[in-house]
């Protein structure tokens, strides 16, 4: 049923650009393989190493109180005191972000299989090292409330980035952008339009050398205008626990 969604979709336009046939080809041949991909493990190329660490994480007993006073003291300068990021800086929302993502960013981190200077430096010092530590910090982020007041984009092109974002990444990251916690998937809901936007860019171009190389050879197809409305549709997306009914079932059904 997905791959005729998706099939549908790609044979709409945004505005009066058609969207290539390129893409179409690349969705059809990819979207068994990336599924599969996703569904055994969301980082084909986990070392043996992280995969160990991330497993005692998730065994480990989580202290949220331990958590938050980590995040106050090393991550919140940066992510907020309520860990709802920044537009600019740009710099991600993790609040009631899905915590077996969280730890598997911070397992990337230090691992070097996701790159960034500021969080190697993070992840390496001793108070954060540990597979206890990773747990708590995860599981403080987790339950905290999404972000109110994220960055959106110009909101011009909505009903595209609708009909792109259910075809090309819902049945991934979810029909409201909620992610999943049994594949490491990330919510997108509440996440600022910059950040989206960037890590598209970013995936697209190779950047994320733990993420399954399906997913990267789809981005590369999409053009940038079609990246640009599916980021700010899915920065608008709301989490379940802050609709009305009605809102709900719209999204959810």
């Avoid at 005729?4 to 290539?20: D, K």
């Avoid at 993790?94 to 077996?100: I, K, P, R």
């Avoid at 960034?116 to 708590?136: I, K, W």
């Amino acid at each position: 049923m997905h791959a005729l969604a998706l099939r549908s979709t790609l044979a709409r336009t945004s505005g009066s650009v058609a969207v290539p046939v390129r893409l179409s080809r690349v969705m059809n041949a990819a979207i068994t393989t990336l599924v599969l991909a996703l569904v055994a493990q969301s980082a084909a190329a986990q070392t043996e190493r992280g995969t160990g660490i991330i497993q005692r994480a998730l065994a480990a007993q989580p202290d949220q109180r331990a958590g938050g006073r980590i995040f106050r003291d090393r991550c919140a300068s940066c992510h907020g005191a309520n860990a709802t990021g920044s537009a600019d800086p740009v710099t991600p929302s993790l609040a009631g972000q899905q915590a077996l993502y969280l730890i598997k960013q911070m397992v990337d981190f230090a691992e070097g299989d996701r790159s960034n200077p500021d969080m190697h430096r993070l992840v390496a010092l001793q108070e954060l090292s540990t597979p206890q530590a990773l747990r708590d910090v995860s599981s403080h982020l987790n339950a905290l409330p999404g972000n109110a007041h994220p960055e959106t984009g110009d909101g011009k092109n909505l009903a595209a980035g609708r009909r792109y974002y259910d075809g090309l990444c819902a049945f991934c990251h979810g029909k409201g952008g909620e992610g999943n916690e049994q594949h490491a998937t990330p919510a997108l809901q509440r996440q600022h339009y910059s950040y989206l936007l960037m890590q598209s860019r970013r995936l697209a171009a190779g950047h994320r050398y733990s993420v399954p190389s399906e997913v990267m050879d789809v981005l590369q197809s999409v053009p940038f205008d079609t990246l640009m409305s599916i980021a700010d549709y899915a920065s608008r997306l709301p989490s379940p626990a802050t609709m009305s009914p009605a809102a709900a079932k719209a999204i959810y059904r």
